[in-house]
């Protein structure tokens, strides 16, 4: 009987990388029959092989059936007759459906997420699909579940995939996750690809993650199938290091740090060495602040992997969070765990008015801008209002109270325009700080013997166990949000609410990327259609694992101790909903997987490999 994982159990991730052959009564009346020998065959079907003719079923006496009716999604019915949402208008899949074909095509099911590493790999290596020898008998739809922001996906969201991936000859939909929630026999990887014969709709095989590499037999052997041929033999599987498929090592290659940071277009003066320079003397300036004791770097140590190394941060007092480490911040499209910013800069502006971090306002910093760095400041940005004039420019003030109000809104724009560009100087710094390399990396530039024999065997439970479906590319992060059901680290105790507050937070902001300060609007135009949504309810952007091991306590509110009490969570995969420290819906994305001692040290060795001191200049 086929196990049914609740909610969206096909984006859970788990341990088998293997192809798996669906139940029996999923591929009847399509699986192999006994009389046709599983013999030796090296190079896919052969065309010149004889065929065993086999109507189907949906076609007797020559005449098609109708689509069977299938009220929903199960390997124990054909594939419903599904109508998805595409860019070139509604996609049904009965359009696929066949019963009368004399040779028989298979159709291929993509299922993935835009935020999952492997669903990128696999979609940035389509060719070796649509390459092969028998790709004329192929269809291939493509279906994202998820965008790149784990929220249900639009059609702007398929834009934007199909403007990545690059992949014409594949129809591309969207779905929802819980449409194909019932195709988990156990916990499963992305993207799945379902192996689907048009004359019945019923399933031959389904893949989790599956290598690309292996595509070329699995092709070979379902037309063989449909065929009634002779079915190859599975060719020795290539492994990096006895330990790593093939698409896992091409996906270590590129985890490698960048040499650059990507362009940000929001930002003009990013790149430019006199904003990072001022930058550099804000950032490490504590008199930015209202004790005139706290700077950025109180909680951005680079002696600590630029966070602080304390389980949630003080400023001018106790927070709610933990620092998050700013080394990976100028590659990443959100910012703070809520995502509450959507550019680095607007990230520096957030702690100078936080009554808990530096506890000042936006009118004291630019005075402090016009009496320190006046010099600096207008070599970059040009010059200065008359902030000595204390009837116009008071010493202090922020939105919401009364020197602020009072002013005109002419001046109030003159002075958030150097609140920006204090943001933008810090933003160009922390572009010039890089992440040294770590033994990981000379590992991933070839260099084997840099990884002990455990980090090793970890990187292989790496990717068996799905942590490379989130922590995957230079910054080791997918820049999107989850709901791990870590605990609150509220001072109140109550539950802390993530990204559903932070997309309010950063919709009521004026410096959004899509803002007046922006140099770049256009940018953000994203930002307009994007609405806090239940789910959204105690997400969390997931942080980089550059540097992990130094960056303790973990979690949002810091409360895993060492790394093996954050292995163990992972493991146990536990939903925790009427836990009062935790909130929403446990991410489907986050499954158990085997858990044994040899396990939690490997990763553990494994984690502490990604270390490497930030380089400062």
Known sequence: MLRRIPLAALLILGCSTSPTAAPDAAVTPMDAPADVPHVAHDAGVDADAPRV????????DGGALPYPEVPEISFETPLPDLTLPSSDGPLRLGRYYTPCAAEPRLLVVR?????????????AHTRRLLELPEASRLDVVDVLLSAAD??????????????????????????????WRALSIGPQHLPLLLLVDPRTMGYLKFFDAPDTHDLPYEVADALARLDRRARPTRPARAR?????????????????????????PTNAFADDPRAAALGRALFFDPRLSASGEVACARCHDPATGLADGNARSTGVALGDRNAPSVLAASGQRWQFWDGRADSAWMQALGPFENPREMGFTRLGVAQAIAQRYATEYTAVYGALPPLGDRARFPAAG?????????????????VDRIFTNVGKSIAAFERTVTQGESPFDRYARGEIGALSVAARDGLGIYFESGCAQCHHGPSLSDDSF????????????QPDLGRFEGVDALRGSPFRADGVFSDSPSTGAHLRRLTPVESMRGQFH???LRNVSRTGPWGHGGTFNNLRELITHYAEGRDRRGDLRTTGELDPAIGPFHRVESTITSLMALLQSFAAPPVVP
């Open 53 to 60: 003719p086999r109507p189907s079923d949906r076609c007797p």
């Open 111 to 123: 299922l993935m997420a835009a935020w999952s590493g492997p669903s990128q790999h696999h979609a």
């Open 150 to 179: 784990n929220q249900p996906p639009d059609d702007r969201d398929l834009a934007d995939w199909r403007a990545r991936y690059d992949a014409p000859p594949t129809a591309l939909a969207r779905s929802d996750a819980p449409t």
């Open 240 to 264: 990096y290091d006895d330990r790593l498929p093939l698409d896992a090592w091409e996906m270590v290659q590129a985890m490698v740090p960048r040499a650059r940071p990507p362009a940000d």
């Open 398 to 414: 922020m939105p919401g109270q009364p020197d602020w109000e009072a002013m005109s809104a002419d001046d109030r724009r003159a």
């Open 482 to 493: 989850h709901n791990i059901h870590f605990d609150s680290g509220r001072v109140d105790q």
């Open 542 to 544: 997931t942080p980089s």
